[in-house]
């Protein structure tokens, strides 16, 4: 909660702007002095908030938010994910859900939301908590100096291309 307007302020340089967003009564979207608020401001953007015990009115995230859980969950159970992971495998959840075109829709939600095609070929190749193999050294590819981990999802603002976090 303490880091949403850090999450406004990465929306804004990875996708863009919204003129408008859409929250519940939480204190972090509502607060005066909070870091949220403050961004929002600097930003220009305009916040509406729903009203207090009416869900209905802000159903399309809530059902996102459902459905991003249950995936999740499904996600560790079948790969025997520790618990301690779910940051991770949230982020990768929601990563591969808003690139993925569902429903009714023939686009994707980041297409929609940027106008552009995502570029999926960093996800093609491992699925989260796979098994690896890494190279400690970065000029010595021989065999000696290979690790085995697990993939846990697109290293964002790290290089250029293909990198990823790793345990």
């Known amino acids: 909660k303490g880091h949403a307007g ?6 804004s340089e990875d996708v863009g702007i919204p003129d408008t967003l859409i929250s519940d009564l939480a ?8 870091e949220f608020v403050r961004q929002a401001r600097q930003l220009h953007i305009r916040l509406h908030h729903t009203e207090q015990g009416r869900k209905n009115q802000n159903h ?3 059902r996102e938010i459902g459905i991003l859980k249950t995936r999740w969950k499904r996600r560790m159970v079948n790969n025997a994910v520790p618990m301690r992971l779910w940051d991770y495998g949230l982020v990768y959840e929601a990563e591969i859900l808003s690139r993925t075109c569902r429903s009714d829709q023939d686009r994707s939600g980041l297409e929609i939301l940027t106008g552009t095609t995502p570029d999926i070929s ?4 491992f699925a989260f908590y796979d098994l690896v193999w890494y190279h400690v050294a970065a000029n010595d590819i021989t065999t000696a100096h290979r690790r085995l981990g697990r993939w846990l999802g697109i290293s964002h603002r790290v290089g250029n291309d293909l990198c990823y976090w790793i345990l």
């Open 27 to 34: 204190g972090e979207t509502t607060g005066q002095n909070t």
């Open 6 to 11: 850090n999450a406004l302020h990465s929306l």
């Open 122 to 125: 960093e996800w093609l190749d």
């Open 60 to 62: 399309t995230a809530e």
